[in-house]
């Protein structure tokens, strides 16, 4: 079936830095998410990539699709401790089904204030 | 409160026993799915609901995991005879049936000792 590989799986920055994830697949995906998980907390979703290419930007995050589809990246500037937490990559299973999510193993972001 | 809640946050219970979590959807949301996740991994698909019907079922859902939603509204998800291999974060999420992106809830830690 379908796998979303992430790297890195872990990531700890000076307050200040920048971070960013990748996420790859060997299938071309229909669109990909992102969420973050805070420690003890539950995936809250983030954004949605559809288009081929597509770069969207919400404040200091920067989420990015490939042209063939198959790699994302997800980049943070200046990072703060709120931004500590884990960051999934998702995508929905081949066959156009658009419910059935396979995240990613995630990148766990801690940040040294 | 409106997003998604779940019943109860935390379950300890012994090897052998039966439980049973319930999961309260946003209330518009007609899509309801039930994952797992364990400790470094990201949320596992187990199974998906579109209104009352139980459209999906993983693998991972072996016989003694049982889901249901009555009414198109609430639903539960039982395991019996429980493993220690059941130990792990239940998450409810939902969404609507032409959206993408899925709203989790705080998730139930079950622990089986």
């Known amino acids: 079936g379908q796998q979303v590989m992430q790297i890195p799986q872990y990531q700890h920055v000076q307050e200040g830095e920048d971070f960013t994830t990748y996420c790859n697949s060997s299938?071309?995906?229909?669109?990909i998410q992102w969420y973050k998980q805070r420690p003890g907390g539950h995936p809250v979703f983030l954004i949605q990539l559809v288009k081929s290419g597509e770069v969207k930007k919400q404040k200091r995050l920067t989420f990015q699709f490939g042209e063939a589809k198959k790699n994302s990246s997800l980049h943070i500037t200046a990072t703060q401790t709120t931004d500590v937490g884990t960051y999934f990559c998702?995508?929905?299973?081949?066959?156009?089904?658009?419910?059935?999510?396979?995240f990613g193993k995630g990148t766990l972001l801690t940040v040294n204030p | 409160d409106t997003g998604v809640s779940q019943n109860p946050r935390h379950k300890i219970t012994k090897r052998g026993q039966n439980v049973t979590f319930r999961c309260d959807p946003i209330s518009e949301h007609n899509r309801l799915y039930w994952y797992r996740q364990t400790l470094g991994q990201g949320p596992e698909f187990l199974t998906y609901?579109?209104?009352?019907?139980?459209?999906?079922k993983s693998r991972l859902l072996s016989d003694r995991f049982s889901a249901e939603r009555p009414k198109g509204s609430f639903s539960t998800l039982e395991i019996q005879r429980t493993e220690q291999g059941d130990s792990a974060m239940y998450l409810c999420?939902?969404?609507?049936?032409?959206?993408?992106?899925?709203?989790f809830g705080q998730g139930t830690r079950l622990t089986v000792v």
């Open positions: 299938t071309t995906l229909s669109n």
């Open positions: 999420a939902s969404s609507l049936e032409w959206a993408t992106e899925a709203f």
């Open positions: 609901f579109q209104n009352e019907a139980q459209l999906e």
């Open positions: 998702a995508s929905p299973n081949s066959g156009g089904s658009n419910y059935k999510l396979t």
